[in-house]
């Protein structure tokens, strides 16, 4: 029997902002525990919440993005359950008006097709406290710090087939929530986490099986590990005659498997009612248009104009778009610099590969565009070969991001060796230096130019103009 999987996933994303949903309270993160705790926070009778309008509209910006229709009356609901890290006894969220309905993401799995995942809603909520298991030997400890911050919920349709599909879903939404600044998207924090429903059907049947909810993951590859383990699980279930219940799973980091936590609850034991303490949020149509005019230019607009635009490949262009501030440094050196194949090959591999090393995100890059705009324009110019840029005048600026990348290249005596008598000089060495090879190359093994080339490089320092070295090998080698 064939199977197929079918997910939907739920996404809480912890909005940046610098105090919490409904008080004053800071949302700093690692503060010492249970210090960002008013009696708000708390729950104590008494308190009244108050809205923190720039969550809302952080949380319009993703709406935005994402093409929802924006909910133009928000009411809140309270969510009622009992566990040690709410201290409310409630949870204050959104239940049947949520701020942001429909909508979709474009997903580029590995390996598979591209596709557009529907998303059910985006509702506004608040967070938990943190239970800690590892601080004592004996009890759990709680931290309130948390309780309080405000959340989004992202909630896919079921249309995710793949662990590699969920994947890629939730590669897009923290790409997303970085450029819209609204979120680090750090999973292993806990500011992006993602809880995966998953069941699965024999091929071709339309009804969907029974879910389980699985939790826990704290990496991007862990959804998918935990989704891939899942179906194996499920599918091993039923081969052997048993029912899948509906249940939430925890997964496992060390062995990659998922373990029973609860029988799922639903929404009726919760005792959904409004939330009395809190008027309606209006988001009216202008209001969600001065939001939307905030909104910096997102990911699938930049990838249409570089591949257009600046004629890059798709490949280069995704990987240029894959954080914002690297697509906006390409493009600010492109003001600049009309090379634009150069600029990508720049920003993709040696930025890159000095970020990596560095361990520094693009956004700490030292090299204004002006200078590596300059370093381009020197090549094109035939000034510096393109082995000193990377080798010698790269890292210096890096050393020294305030020089001007001109005047590194005169006080560090970088140009190319136009010099056709010292050329001359170093070729006449070389052939001398190589007799048998000279010997073999007039056989006709002429492939062995390039090892003359290479020679007459590495002895002038990497300087001697090619197209130069070239002529004089060429003429050298007839002659002799
Ligand atoms: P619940 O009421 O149990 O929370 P929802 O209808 O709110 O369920 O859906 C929660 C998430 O589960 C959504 O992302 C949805 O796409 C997904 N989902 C619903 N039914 C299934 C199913 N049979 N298999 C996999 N995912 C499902
Ligand atoms: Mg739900």
Redesign the pocket.
Known sequence: MEFEA?????IHIQLQTRSKAFSSDSTEYGAMPNTQVSPISLGHPGTLPKHNIQAIEKAVKMGLALDCSITEVNRYARKNYFYADLPKGYQITQFDTPLCVGGHVPIKPKDGEPKQVRL?RIHMEEDTGKSMHDQDLYDTLVDYNRAGTPLIEV????DIRTGEEAYAFVTEIRRLVRYLDICDGNMEEGSLRCDA???IRPKGQKE????V?VKNMNSISNVKRAIDFEIERQKECILSGQAIIQETRGFNGLNGSTFSMRK?E??NDYRYFPEPDLPPVLMTQSEVERIRQEMPELPGALFKRFTNDYGLSEYDASVLIDDKHSAFYFEAVCRQQNNYKAVANWVTVPVRGYLNEQALGMEDFPLPAESLAELIALVDEGIISHSIASQKLFPALLKNPKASARGLVESLNLATNTDSSEIEGIVKDVLAQFPDKVQAYQSGKTGLMGLFVGEVMKRSGGKADPKITNQLLQKALQSL
């Open positions: 079918v997910i939907g996933l739920e059910i909630v896919s349709e079921p429903n998953i069941s969907f099986g029974t879910k909810e799922k639903s929404n």
